[in-house]
């Protein structure tokens, strides 16, 4: 069965640091893509990093660069998100989430995220 | 950016109802365009890829349609446990720009 169950999640003041984890099993971990998707409260989702197999590529939204960084451990099965210079905007529900792909008949490649966590809450407050 | 666009932002139906919540993108997506349900203290859920494939396990009383910039997810025969959020997503662009739509939070009357 497959799961994924992200920690580290906790209360910090402005400008300091968090590292969150997410743990996975119930699958050939380091085949796959992860992502770490965040929600505020009363808004939408919104992703915030992205890891490819091999640490191949790597992407961050533009309110992450120079602050965020994400890493793996395929011999642990885990995806990380150091976060520093935190900011009271960077409070949110994170989720990390599996990258799957589906080659359709017609040649197009759908992209989604088929396994998700139930999430870790960052609070940045003074 | 391509922005997502929900609507309703929420509704209220009955159990046996038909529920449909619209997406629409800014600019089209084909049929880039994936649905999650998200149930409070619950990991979110994938229900529909490519506009209209259910996702393995999904009852099908789930349905999505859609191309270019205009997508519905149709609930047929709404049930109590159908309460949650439900979300749009685009993955027609770069990764790093893939969107969500706002949500649209479904409740039993």
């Known amino acids: 069965q497959v799961r994924l169950l992200e920690s580290g999640g906790g209360l910090v003041k402005p400008g300091g640091s968090l590292r969150l984890s997410c743990t996975a099993s119930?699958?050939?971990?380091?085949?796959?893509?992860f992502t770490w998707i965040r929600q505020a409260p009363g808004k939408g989702p919104e992703w915030v990093s992205y890891?490819?197999?091999?640490?191949?590529?790597?992407y961050y939204t533009d309110s992450a660069k120079g602050r965020f960084t994400i890493s793996r451990d395929d011999a642990n099965s885990s995806v990380n998100l150091q976060m520093n210079s935190l900011r009271p905007e960077d409070t949110a529900l994170y989720f990390c989430?599996?990258?799957?792909?589906?080659?359709?008949?017609?040649?197009?490649?759908?992209?989604?995220?088929?396994?998700w966590g139930p999430g870790t809450l960052v609070t940045v407050s003074s | 950016d391509i922005q997502m666009t929900q609507s309703p932002s929420s509704l209220s139906a009955s159990v046996g109802d038909r529920v449909t919540i619209t997406c629409r993108a800014s600019q089209t997506v084909l049929t880039y365009l994936n649905w999650y349900q998200v149930k409070p203290g619950q990991a979110p859920k994938l229900l529909i890829y490519g506009a209209s494939s259910l996702n393995s396990g999904v009852p099908s009383t789930f349905s999505g349609s859609g191309s270019g910039t205009d997508f519905t997810l149709t609930i047929n025969s709404l049930q109590p446990e159908d309460l949650a959020t439900y979300f749009c997503q685009q993955t027609f662009s770069t990764p790093q720009t893939w969107t969500f739509g706002q949500g649209t939070k479904v409740e039993i009357k």
């Open positions: 989430a599996r990258r799957n792909s589906y080659a359709s008949s017609s040649g197009r490649k759908y992209y989604f995220f088929d396994y």
């Open positions: 119930g699958f050939s971990f380091s085949a796959f893509f």
């Open positions: 890891i490819g197999t091999s640490d191949t590529p790597i």
